[in-house]
């Protein structure tokens, strides 16, 4: 179902078909023992945690099974692994299986026990790697009763949610996720009072695919409520005013039309006409800046634009304007009659006021019955609603569905959480295949310009990173695209997990193997390919970018995303079958098939090492023949790297550090001025920016993942008590590691810090002369490493009755054998590492 | 002018400043029309390759080895030698903005400043790369502050290490506006002496931005430029004696025996205590943010300037000359633009080779559009036509040209345009010009052999007065112009 239809259902204007020939998706039956529901899902995957069922109205424990037909598009053997029983042609499949090229009946049973549960069938052939089985080739012929059915009460729900019933009926269903209204802190600078007046009187008047209702049904009242909201100006802002200029509105109209604006701003979308009559250039600036700070529900999400750009915007849209709208508030307005509307005739369910002037809302003061105890023909979805409910106008198509809705969680409530069935809603809600093709929907416009889809996306993409997409507009790749991918604040704070739940995949991936040799395979590789100097070379810096490179490409077409965000973006599953054939994955795309002459196995040890490199994210070396002026990032290989800089640590920054980058993929910082190893951390090493770019001299930024820290001095020679000076001296490289000599009091202490072969960790040896006192090695109980002693043993620090260490936060201690000469290493493993 | 520069002045504050202004608010430095870029007969210019493995060097020390390479130091803590023939190799790597070095007295060594240490550094096993690290030298304070900047460095004739350390950018103690220092980072504000033995001593309190150290060859005197700031009003050269107060109250913490608190000193006060500055180099004519000064210490190879001193700018492409002389005593003298061309713009180091040429190493530290690399300067032989020297006599100035002046234009005091004014010293950022006046020439003398002309005024101020010498319409024998036209005496005492 996409937008449109939603919206046109919205406002009552269609009727939605259902169930025609071979429609996509299987029939789903879920069934938890009391319960069933039948429905289509368009893929019959889903990643559940304990607490999570498959659809809202079924238990944690259920069974599911789904039918349909299977499109074969060419003969062969295939191979199917499935979590549930996986049937084609009525047979359950147990090993590889001959098919004709056609369609076939395909069934899968899964039962799901306590737990955390997986289905997702996938499948291979000698035509294609294993993929999860895609919506593309699922369908069903005719939907029974009872899935329409389901249909409509679906439908109901979202008529439910998006026009926020919940608001005023708080009770009777759980976890509805509900659409709510725009805050009203400033509605009196956005839109004139006289807008507002008749926007009052018929919200659907102005643009058809208003959700709110006719609260007010008196012309006073309107006109005391108008008033009132005319007042409310946020004064904490100053927003500048514009003229018009033809200039900006003429760039305004290149935004509207390129960057995505309409798209969703079509016919059957929001209406836009009137704008001018509503509000000014610089308020409407104002809010395309950061609409979702006003809009809440993220359906208007913020378009990245510069203030400029919002000007421009602006402009355009405020030269229409409506005859409708422009007047003047009938005499003998009583604001203060109008505030006591606005705060109990319900607005306040749906909106918000927070602005200072109008202080808190008052406590709402009427009630209304839980959804599941509604009467479906009365109040609000009566044909005529009475006096004192909301009109939201509602076709007769949409108070069916509602009240399926509302007479359905009568006998099957909503008891479960059910986020791979959200996954769908949330795209339909938020218009996604406006822009987007969805396994549901693709975008109307046939010349639009070509966005990644999103079937299947949480296959593709890591859920941080769908979440970092959504919420953060600096989270971008592809910056050649004219249309630009919106920022929808916190309404879609659980989208990530919700494409992770809804595409059946397993988020443990396997680890990478990261070694020099890998490394430098891999610079040469993503290289241009040079018969000489690079005959490896597969040329993607011919298209895609890395850091500060940028390919000269002659077409946008053929541009590729960054390269230094492709590990943090794609899960590896997916960039193995993306490499191995990517026009299976997205037909018409411009990444060439690197391996149409290579075995399966020689293909995957390529796209092995391209894995391992591209794991080193921002920290990737430059590959072969290109050259980086400006890239502050430290790039170790298969030399250590040491650099001297402040570096922070959550004891404080580290003034005076001096940190060591290893070929082991394993890093530390040494404190010269307080003589403490301080810090060591797996992964990439250091980005240099905070004290190189710009003026700098600030503390540069950690890569990778720390697993140690500690602020307070290890060694006490004497007593566990001692806390002589300590006066760094230097050091001195060997093997390009460095040596570091100290004192403490008169002893002379050198410390050297090396990785652990299995690189999980990291070996400190000491070399000091104490002179026969004992000496004392203390160290902070942390449970992420192991801690051992070559020379001695650790022992809880308590148990040292005389144990007063200036280490406050010492939890072990080990004594030293007092000798003349003292050598000893310590070794500290990280447990959960690598 | 007096409003934009209040202007520039509020803008340093919010961004936080350099030496002194944002790079966002520089105004373009006026063009020489003699100078500007391109081919040069007099003296050639030549952009030297960076290393290839570099991300650009971002010059913060030069000096000549023991061997007769070239050391340089950079902002990314690296040490490169260049050779005669121009290869490069990397002797050290992983230091913390180096802004100083002298080059040891044997080969395979390096001294080099780093932000908290003076670090003695060596190859020990000759493999042309270092390996032994020695703190030499840690008694300065450096807590993070990314303007706490060590500039150096040179040895003196005792052979004691000599730099200079540069405040932080917030907090201060003594009512400045953004500049100072605390107890806790010593010898912030000061100049010092480290003794061959290592041990660290203050020559001089009352440094601001001081970006660089040289000594006079011959007397073995030091001095150390200064950046424009609170209570410093335009870019200064400071002669560093022991003890003296350059004007800049933060770093008076730390003199001995010292214990009012700043705040409780006016500004005429410390008026009073302090030493003024030899030069002052009015702003933005000669400069945003002056680089480090060098004597020109290759007789005549470099042209007519023997002796003088030499500085660049860490932000405009500006390389200026100044000629000092002492008058009741003390250091005063003169500045004088030298060469306007972009490809110098930052030049933060210059360093005489003893064949005579002048290397110059680049960086604007971001204050700019981030310049790095290296350039030299040759003379050609051919004779500059400049101003040699301007200096004072007792009831005006003596100008030494380069060559004989043609004694119509040289004798007209209608062709010495000579104006003055001078500064307010205090704690407000910088200073404009106050009390500008036009000065008129009375008469003018030439000598016989018409390279000097002694130029004659009614009256002249001393105590930090600036005397600016237009001199257009001068021409040579040959009739052409002077290279550069003007001059910038500082007159702080008068001949007597």
Redesign the interface.
């Known amino acids: 179902m996409t937008f449109h239809r939603i919206a046109c259902l919205l406002a009552g204007l269609i009727v939605l078909p259902i169930a025609a020939f071979a429609d996509p998706g299987l029939i789903a039956r879920y069934s938890d023992g009391k319960n069933t529901v039948q429905t289509i899902a368009g893929s019959p995957a889903f990643t559940l945690r304990d607490n999570e069922s498959v659809h809202p109205q079924i238990g944690t424990k259920f069974t599911a099974n789904y039918d349909g037909s299977l499109k074969v598009l060419r003969r062969g053997k295939y191979i199917f692994t499935c979590d549930g029983k996986l049937s084609i042609d009525g047979k359950e499949i147990t090993a590889p299986v001959e098919l004709d090229a056609g369609e076939h009946a395909i069934s899968i049973a899964y039962e799901r026990k306590a737990g955390a549960a997986r289905l997702q069938p996938v499948w291979a052939s000698d035509l294609f790697i294993a993929e999860p089985i895609p919506a593309s080739v699922l369908s069903h012929a005719k939907a029974p009763r009872e899935a329409e059915d389901q249909a409509l009460i679906d439908q109901g729900r979202m008529i439910v949610e998006e026009h926020n019933c919940a608001g005023c009926h708080k009770n009777g269903a759980q976890g509805l996720v509900n659409r709510i209204g725009p805050d009203l802190s400033n509605i009196g600078g956005r839109a004139n009072a006289f807008w507002i007046y008749k926007w009052l009187e018929n919200p659907k008047h102005f643009r058809a695919t208003a959700v709110m209702p006719v609260l007010l049904t008196k012309e006073e009242d309107r006109r005391d409520a108008a008033a009132y909201l005319a007042t409310l100006k946020d004064t904490r802002k100053r927003i500048g005013e514009y003229k018009h200029s033809a200039q900006k509105e003429n760039e305004g109209k290149q935004l509207f039309s390129s960057i995505g604006c309409a798209n969703c701003h079509n016919d059957a979308g929001p209406s836009l006409t009137g704008m001018g009559s509503k509000t000014t250039i610089g308020q409407l600036a104002a809010y395309l800046e950061e609409p979702t700070n006003i809009d809440r529900s993220g359906r208007m999400p913020a378009m990245n634009l510069s203030k400029e750009e919002a000007v421009a915007l602006a402009d355009h849209l405020v030269q229409s304007k409506s005859d409708d709208y422009n007047g003047k508030l009938p005499e003998g307005a009583d604001a203060k009659h109008g505030e006591q509307l606005i705060r109990t005739a319900g607005c306040l369910n749906c909106h918000t006021i927070d602005g200072a002037a109008a202080g808190k809302p008052l406590p709402e003061t009427k009630k209304f019955p839980a959804l599941d105890k509604l009467d479906p023909t009365k109040g609000c979805l009566a044909e005529n609603p009475p006096e004192g409910a909301a009109n939201y106008s509602f076709s007769p198509t949409q108070r069916q569905a509602a009240a399926a809705f509302l007479t359905a969680i009568k006998t099957v409530p909503l008891i479960s959480s059910a986020p791979a069935y959200e996954f769908h809603r949330t795209l339909q809600k938020m218009n996604c295949s406006a822009c987007h093709e969805t396994d549901d929907a693709k975008p109307v416009s046939e010349d639009a310009e070509k966005l990644p889809p999103l079937s299947n996306v949480g296959a593709k993409l890591k859920r941080e990173w769908i979440q970092q997409v959504l919420n953060d507009r600096r989270a971008r790749v592809r910056f050649w695209l004219k249309t630009r991918m919106p920022e929808f604040g916190g309404a879609v704070s659980n989208v990530g997990a919700q494409a992770v739940a809804a595409a059946g995949i397993d988020e443990n991936e396997p680890k990478v193997a990261i070694n020099p040799h890998a490394i430098a395979q891999g610079q040469e590789l993503v290289g241009a390919n040079d018969p000489k100097k690079n005959p490896t070379g597969m040329g993607c810096v011919t298209c895609h970018s890395l850091r500060e490179f940028k390919p000269a490409v002659a077409a946008d077409a053929t541009r590729g995303p960054e390269l230094t965000l492709m590990s943090t973006r794609l899960r590896q599953d997916f960039f193995r079958r993306w490499m191995h054939d990517p026009a299976r994955i997205q037909p018409g795309t411009a990444m060439p098939n690197f391996f149409t002459d290579k075995s399966r196995e020689e293909a995957d040890l390529t796209i092995g090492v391209l894995w391992s490199y591209a794991s080193l994210g921002i920290a990737m070396p430059a590959p072969k023949g290109i050259k980086?002026?400006?890239?502050?990032i430290l790039i170790v290989t298969d030399t250590p790297?040491?650099?001297?800089?402040?570096v922070p640590d959550s004891a404080g920054?580290i003034?005076?550090g001096?940190s060591v980058g290893l070929p082991e993929m394993i890093n530390y910082t040494f404190d010269?001025?307080q003589c403490i190893f301080r810090t060591a951390w797996a992964g990439p090493f250091l980005d240099?920016s905070g004290?190189?770019?710009?003026?700098?001299?600030?503390?540069v930024r950690v890569l990778g993942k720390r697993f140690y820290s500690q602020a307070t001095p290890p060694i006490h020679i004497g007593s566990p008590d001692s806390n002589e000076p300590r006066v760094?001296?230097?050091?001195?490289?060997?093997d390009k590691i460095?040596t570091f000599t100290y004192t403490i009091g008169d002893v002379e202490v050198r410390e050297r810090i090396t990785p652990l072969p299995t690189g999980d960790g990291i070996v400190r040896t000491f070399e000091l002369d104490p002179n026969n006192k004992p000496v004392y090695f203390t160290a902070t109980d942390d449970p992420s490493v192991t801690l051992t002693i070559n020379n001695g043993q650790f022992k809880p620090a308590q148990v040292q009755k005389s144990f007063k260490s200036p280490d406050k936060a010492a939890g072990q201690i080990a004594e030293l054998p007092s000798a003349g000469k003292l050598t000893f290493a310590v070794t500290i493993r990280a447990k959960e590492n690598k | 002018m007096k409003l934009s520069r209040n202007l520039l002045c509020v803008l340093c504050v919010l961004c936080g400043g350099f030496f002194c202004l944002p790079a966002s608010a520089q105004p373009k430095a006026a063009k020489s029309s003699t100078l500007n870029g391109g081919p040069d007969d007099v003296y050639h210019f030549e952009t030297l390759p960076e290393p290839e493995e570099s991300k650009g060097i971002e010059v913060g020390g030069m000096g000549w080895t023991a061997d007769g390479k070239l050391a340089l130091c950079t902002r990314h803590g690296e040490i490169w030698l260049r050779s005669e023939k121009g290869d490069w190799k990397r002797f050290a790597s992983g230091l913390h903005e180096c802004l100083g070095l002298y080059p040891g007295d044997s080969k395979g060594e390096v001294y080099v400043m780093q932000r908290s240490e003076l670090t003695k550094i060596t190859d020990t096993d000759g493999d042309g790369e270092a390996d032994k690290f020695e703190t030499f030298n840690k008694s300065w304070g450096y807590n993070g502050n990314y303007h706490q900047f060590a500039f150096g460095l040179i040895k003196d004739k005792e052979g004691n290490f000599c730099g200079t350390l540069c405040l932080a950018h917030k907090p201060d103690n003594s009512g400045g506006v953004f500049m100072g220092t605390q107890k806790e980072t010593p010898y912030r504000g000061c100049s010092f002496k480290i003794t061959p033995q290592g041990e660290f001593k203050v020559l001089s309190y009352g440094l601001r931005a001081p970006n660089g150290i040289a000594m006079e060859p011959n007397s073995g005197d030091l001095f150390a430029s200064d950046n424009q700031g609170e209570f410093v009003a335009v870019g200064s050269i400071h002669h560093l004696t022991q003890d003296a107060f350059h004007g800049h109250p933060s770093s008076m913490i730390f003199k001995p025996g010292w214990t009012r608190p700043l705040n409780t000193v006016t500004d005429a006060e410390w008026d009073k205590m302090r030493k003024w500055p030899a030069i002052l180099m009015p702003y933005p004519q000669m400069g945003h943010s002056q680089g480090c000064p060098i004597f020109d210490t290759v007789g005549d190879k470099f042209g007519p300037f023997a002796g003088q001193m030499f500085i660049g700018d860490v932000i405009d492409p500006l390389i200026m000359r100044i000629t000092l002389e002492k008058v009741q005593g003390e250091y005063q003298g003169a500045c004088y633009p030298f060469m306007r061309r972009d490809e110098i713009k930052g030049s933060n180091r210059l360093l005489f080779n003893p064949d005579g040429s002048l290397y110059v190493g680049i960086t604007d530290r971001g204050w700019s559009r981030g310049s790095s690399g290296l350039e030299r300067i040759t003379w050609t032989g051919k004779m500059p036509f400049e101003m040699k020297e301007m200096s004072l006599v007792k009831n005006g100035f003596e100008i030494t040209f380069t060559q004989p002046i043609d004694p119509d234009s040289g004798s007209n005091p209608k062709n010495y345009n000579l104006n003055c004014w001078h500064y307010k010293y205090g704690r407000q950022y910088g200073s404009p010009d106050l009390d500008k006046a036009a000065v008129p020439v009375t008469a003018v003398k030439l000598s016989a052999d018409n390279t000097k002309a002694t130029i004659t005024v009614d009256s002249l101020h001393d105590r930090q007065w600036i005397y600016f010498l237009s001199a257009d319409g001068i021409k040579n024998t040959q009739g052409a112009s002077l290279r550069n036209k003007e001059a910038y005496y500082t007159l702080n005492r008068l001949r007597q």
Request: aromatic fraction near 12%; hydrophobic fraction near 30%; glycine fraction near 8%.
């Open positions: 980086e002026k400006k890239n502050y790297l040491l650099q001297r800089c402040q920054t003034v005076d001096i010269a001025d240099m004290d190189w770019a710009d003026r700098g001299g600030n503390p760094f001296k230097g050091y001195e490289l060997k460095p």
